[in-house]
């Protein structure tokens, strides 16, 4: 079952960039969308909405990390302009700033990947110590690099 619930979260990150592969925007949409699956999931494991998982937290964080380590690459040169974007222009200006934002993300979720083990984070505690650095780092990004509607 735990192999399952990892292939389905991984399934949830992979096909719909591979789908977007020659459009970096639609990219990195479907990341965001991933991240969202897996913020949506670990808020839902966290408040108890959703019976905790060692499993689907691993999945969890394990989507999260590789967003972290992929979504950097899908923001080339004219893609600022791109129609339905809501990355902000503050990419491009601070393009250090937004690495080391991208940076600090791969950093967070690697440790949380780490701390959560082979079969994932023991229990809810366990869970909430490794995943509120990812989600910090998350809004903390979204504050300066996205545009908000």
């Given amino acids: ?3 399952v619930i990892l292939a389905a979260a991984v399934a949830l990150f992979v096909m719909p960039a591979v789908q977007a592969a020659d459009d970096p925007v639609a990219t990195r949409k479907a990341i965001m969308q991933s991240v969202a699956a897996s913020a949506g999931l670990s808020g839902g494991l966290m408040k108890g909405e959703i019976a905790y998982s060692p499993a689907a937290a691993k999945a969890a964080i394990a989507s999260l990390n590789a967003a ?5 690459a899908f923001f080339p040169a004219g893609s600022d302009t791109a129609a339905g974007t ?6 491009w200006e ?16 690697g440790a949380a990947t780490v ?7 023991a229990d809810v ?8 650095p990812v989600m910090a780092s998350c809004r903390s990004c979204h504050e300066v690099y996205r545009v908000q509607r």
Avoid: R
């Fill in 1 to 3: 079952m735990k192999k």
């Fill in 68 to 72: 972290a380590l992929s979504y950097g």
């Fill in 86 to 91: 809501t990355a902000s222009p503050k990419i």
């Fill in 94 to 109: 601070d393009a250090a700033g937004f690495a080391d934002a991208l940076a600090k993300f791969a950093a967070v979720t």
């Fill in 115 to 121: 701390a959560s083990g082979k079969d994932g984070p």
């Fill in 125 to 132: 505690d366990a869970f909430k110590a490794a995943i509120g």
